[in-house]
Each structure stands twice: as structure tokens, then as C-alpha cells.
């Protein structure tokens, strides 16, 4: 197991570039169940559970051209699922990952069976399958829950166009039921939809392998079935949540850079929450030049779903927070439990009080390197930004939460002018 031993006070400069998305990418994967051909995805990032995809893929009967068990040859890999013949995602391969819910909408549509273990990933708040479930219920699925896994099947005529409404917004069932939907009989309206650009993403690529979806960027979803979808290639969307941390890096350690390939329409809320902090931004062409100023103001934010503020976003905010001049309230909507940063920011010397889902944070002079342990992916990002503006050494246990969603974040850092050291802990 590894960990992060981080020197404090390093201003940054240079260039980076921002990888694919995770969160686009894991759902694309997913998507190449469907075609009758392969589907070649490309800006892809070298991740822990782009990885694990790649094997439960490969476990159904899929040939998936992925790296080896670190890497992800020239970030692009080809999927053929020609060959599916075990609709199975079992818990031991997908016990870390919560995308593993991905596959039972595709499965469904493409063979009208699947058994599906319950999905892990970050225990930072309910995420109920439910959702999923009740959706797939409404097109003709049945459902079978015994010993964690979800066994499901579909009539002799296969999914059926059915009209959804989510009681709650949820970005990973809006995923679901649009891959089910592309190859399902009749018409599927998918109303209080996810709006997220990964949303998006998926639904571009669905519509270039010949599916017929309309409504993208809106909370109405309208698809038509067809009988069959095609192979394509597509290009991975740059990751938003990368390109805000890095943005938040610069922030609290000071300097310039350049974020390449920066997804300007998807980070609309951020860039203007992140001015309001003081932050200089610049837009050039599809670059984004960001240059810290002399002092960070105090800025309230409250987590909501797309276009609002991310969530994904809110641990990387309020370590920028604890060195802000003034005090700032940001508020949780999103997940119950996403304020288990704390304690680890206190450690560092932050003033951090919470009230109910809001934590008040009140900006110090300066924050002192401590030893530190990462509960989830987003926190684990927000101690290795906090631990850039602390003075002297702070050490990150339990990295691995930070390398499922960032390709080579200590990396990039470095190149920037960080002083990070990945060590065996």
C-alpha cells in the first residue's frame, strides 16, 4: 500500500494536460455491450476502475484491448462484446467499484438476463440500486435479490418502452435505462433525468453507434428503439472534476498553469465560483490559464446536481476554504456523508465547525503539515491540496482512494512544481 509524503509551500507553474474522464469512460465501457461491432474509445485515463471494467468485460466473453494491470496503452483500448456469452458481474470483481451497476441496463437489452452483485465503491452516502430497478421493473424486467447479487431476466419480447420519472436526480440510472432503452421495442421517456455532462457524453456516443435519443443537455430524455446498434470510435470527454482540482491547486499553492484540453462549458459553475474566490482566469481557445493571487476571499457554495455546483467538487473547495480570508458555509445536498474530510483538515489546523449538513469554514493564516488518511476519492484530492499550502511535511495514508479517479495526480503535480514523494507505506 502506498502513500504520499508532501512538502508544503511549492508555488506551481507550467503546463498540464487534463485526462479523459472517469466518469464518461466507465459508462462508455458499459456501453460496449450493445453494437453487434466493436467500439474503439480513445482519451481514455489510466485508472484503477477502468481496469477493473476491462476484466469484468473480458470475464463476460468480451475482447478488450487495455493495457496491462497499470496502465492503459496510448489512453485508448478497442471493445469487442461479439462474443458475450456470461452476463455475470460477480462481487469479487466488482466489489470496489461502484460503475458495476452500468452493465445490468445493456445487459437486459442485448441478452435479457444478467446477474449482477451489488456495487461497491466510496462509502460516502446511500446511492440506492433502487432507482435502477424500480425503471427496468416499469419496461418488463424482473428482479430476484438473493445473497448480494441483483438476478434479472426479461419476457419473451424483451425490454419495452415504457415513460420513467426518478424520484431523485441520479446520473448513474439515467445511464442505465438510456443504454436499456436504445435497444428496447417502442418509445422510453426518461423525465427528472440526469443532466451531467457525462450524461451527455454516453448519449453522444450511443447516437453515433445509430441509436435515436432526443433531449441531451435537458431532464426529458426521449429514445426510440432500434433493432441493432453499430461499432464507432469516440473520444472520452476531458475530466471536469480533474481539471477543478488542479484549479484548486493552484489556489492554495500559488503560481500559474495552463489546464490543456479544458472542458470550459462543463466547468461553467466552477470557473465563476472559482473567480469569486479571487482566482485570475483566462480562457485561451481550449486551454485555461489560472494565476493565484495574492489572497484567497471566503465564498459560500451549496453541492447540487448539474449545472449547479458538483459535489465531486466540494472537498477541493473547502480545502481551498480553510485558507480563504473570511468565513465560508458550504452546504451538502448530494451525499449524507461527505464531510468525513474534516477531522483530516483539522489536523492540518483548519477551523472547521459543522451544523448539520453545513460546514462552516473560517480561514487561518497558515496551515501545518500532520500525518493524514484519505476516507474516499474526492477527500483524499482535497488533503493533497490542503497539504500543498501547509508548512512542512504531511503524509497521505490510503492512496489507493485517490488513484481510482485521478491518472498520475502526483505526477502532474510534480511536473508542475510540487514536492510529492509516493513511498510504500
Request: glycine residues 10%; neutral net charge; aromatic residues 4%.
Amino acid at each position: 500500500m502506498d502513500k504520499l509524503i508532501i512538502e508544503g509551500g511549492q508555488p506551481l507553474a507550467g503546463r498540464v494536460r487534463i485526462s479523459g474522464a472517469k466518469n464518461a469512460a466507465l459508462p462508455l465501457m458499459a456501453a460496449a455491450i450493445l453494437p453487434e461491432e466493436p467500439l474503439k474509445l480513445t482519451n481514455l485515463p489510466a485508472l484503477g476502475d477502468l481496469l477493473t471494467m476491462a476484466k469484468l468485460l473480458r470475464f463476460m466473453g468480451g475482447r478488450v484491448s487495455l493495457g496491462g494491470s497499470r496502465l492503459i496503452d496510448e489512453n485508448q483500448a478497442e471493445l469487442d462484446l461479439t462474443g458475450l456469452n456470461r452476463p455475470e458481474a460477480p462481487h469479487e470483481m466488482v466489489k470496489t467499484m461502484r460503475a458495476s451497476a452500468l452493465v445490468l441496463g445493456p445487459l437486459l437489452a442485448r441478452l435479457g438476463r444478467a446477474k449482477v452483485s451489488m456495487p461497491g465503491g466510496c462509502a460516502i452516502g446511500v446511492r440506492p440500486i433502487d432507482l435502477h430497478l424500480k425503471a427496468l421493473r416499469a419496461m418488463g424486467a424482473v428482479f430476484d435479490l438473493s445473497g448480494g447479487d441483483i438476478v434479472a431476466r426479461t419476457g419473451r419480447g424483451g425490454l419495452k418502452g415504457a415513460e420513467i420519472r426518478f424520484d431523485t436526480v441520479t446520473v448513474t440510472g439515467t445511464e442505465n435505462l438510456m443504454m436499456a432503452a436504445v435497444l428496447a421495442k417502442g418509445r422510453t421517456v426518461i423525465a427528472n433525468a440526469a443532466r451531467e455532462p457525462e450524461v451527455t457524453d454516453t448519449a453522444q456516443a450511443l447516437l453515433a453507434m445509430g441509436a435515436k435519443i432526443e433531449g441531451l443537455d435537458t431532464d426529458v430524455l426521449t429514445i426510440d428503439g432500434v433493432s441493432s446498434l453499430s461499432g464507432t470510435s469516440y473520444r472520452v470527454m476531458p475530466d471536469r472534476i480533474e481539471a477543478g482540482t488542479f484549479m484548486a491547486a493552484v489556489a492554495l499553492a500559488g503560481g500559474e498553469i495552463i489546464l490543456e484540453d479544458f472542458p470550459h462549458d462543463a466547468l461553467a459553475t466552477v470557473v465563476a465560483k472559482f473567480r469569486e474566490t479571487g482566482l485570475d482566469i483566462t480562457p485561451i481557445g481550449t486551454d485555461l490559464n489560472v494565476k493565484a493571487r495574492e489572497s484567497l476571499w471566503a465564498s459560500d457554495v451549496t453541492t447540487q446536481t448539474y449545472p449547479g455546483f458538483p459535489t465531486d467538487m466540494q472537498a477541493q473547495f473547502m480545502a481551498m476554504m480553510t485558507a480563504a480570508q473570511g468565513t465560508s458555509l458550504i452546504t451538502e445536498t448530494i451525499f449524507e456523508n461527505r464531510f468525513m474530510h474534516v477531522s483530516e483538515l483539522r489536523r492540518l489546523g483548519a477551523d472547521i465547525t459543522l451544523e448539520g449538513r453545513t460546514a462552516v469554514v473560517k480561514g487561518v493564516p497558515t496551515l501545518s503539515g500532520a500525518p493524514l488518511t484519505a476516507s474516499d476519492l474526492r477527500a483524499s484530492a482535497g488533503l493533497v491540496l490542503a497539504a500543498l499550502a501547509a508548512r512542512g511535511e504531511s503524509q497521505l495514508l490510503r492512496v489507493y482512494h485517490l488513484d481510482r479517479g485521478y491518472e498520475g495526480l502526483d505526477r502532474k503535480l510534480n511536473n508542475l512544481g510540487a514536492v510529492i514523494r509516493r513511498v510504500r507505506a
